[in-house]
């Protein structure tokens, strides 16, 4: 009964590789997130997904593209991997837009070689 | 500037001990304010919401100081599980979305 769950937990690949992270939740919230936690223990929002809506943040390069095939699921593709992705890449979710506690999945740790 | 400034630590201190964590905040629009903890290797989890009159749960009081742009949180009679990363969070003016913004952490050791 877990409230937001992600997997893989880890995943390893090559410099070049084209990935998938997968988020699902079951708490029926209306938005999610994407958060990534680099080496340096700084977390930073990637995207936001309410809904239909998108809300990118512009820092992320366009290699990374969040997909929504239902508001229970928001799952990360990032193409043509660099070294600099490895991270730990946090799913989180809210039932409101605004002012609400994020729920966060357990993480994915990407390292890329 | 970083839009939310903590001093990492590490803070080390006896079980029993108080101990107090700042953060400052440069959006003086800034909306809402939390903190956040976050074990090792483990994912954040909210501790507490922060409000301008001061609220406390349990061990744990939260202030913040909108005039200061600061929050702070105050630990008191520190346990060994205390032992974690505090993430002092931001949420950007209203109508600007949910997109927490956080800080780099303090982290926290408790001794036996």
């Known amino acids: 009964d877990t409230a937001v769950s992600q997997t893989p937990k880890y995943l390893v690949t090559q410099m070049g590789n084209d990935k998938s992270i997968k988020c699902e939740q079951n708490?029926?919230?209306?938005?999610m997130y994407w958060y990534k936690q680099d080496s340096k223990k700084f977390l930073k929002i990637m995207f936001s997904y309410n809904n239909k809506e998108l809300i990118i943040n512009e820092t992320v390069p366009n290699r990374f593209s969040p997909k929504s095939p239902d508001k229970a699921h928001l799952n990360l593709h990032i193409n043509s991997l660099e070294l600099g992705d490895s991270a730990v890449y946090f799913c989180a979710s809210s039932q409101l837009v605004e002012e609400d506690t994020q729920y966060f999945g357990p993480g994915t740790r990407l390292t890329v070689l | 500037r970083k839009e939310v400034e903590q001093d990492p630590g590490p803070f080390n201190v006896p079980e029993g001990a108080t101990v107090a964590f700042n953060c400052t905040y440069s959006n003086s629009a800034s909306q809402s304010f939390f903190w956040y903890r976050q074990d090792c290797r483990k994912e954040p989890k909210l501790l507490m919401s922060v409000y301008s009159s001061g609220n406390e749960d349990g061990r744990f009081t939260a202030q913040l100081n909108r005039a200061s742009q600061y929050i702070s949180l105050l630990i008191r009679d520190s346990k060994l599980s205390d032992s974690a990363t505090y993430l002092c969070?931001?949420?950007?003016?209203?109508?600007?979305?949910?997109?927490?913004?956080f800080g780099g952490g303090t982290r926290l050791m408790v001794k036996p």
């Open positions: 708490l029926g919230h209306d938005t």
């Open positions: 969070v931001v949420t950007p003016p209203m109508g600007a979305g949910n997109m927490l913004t």
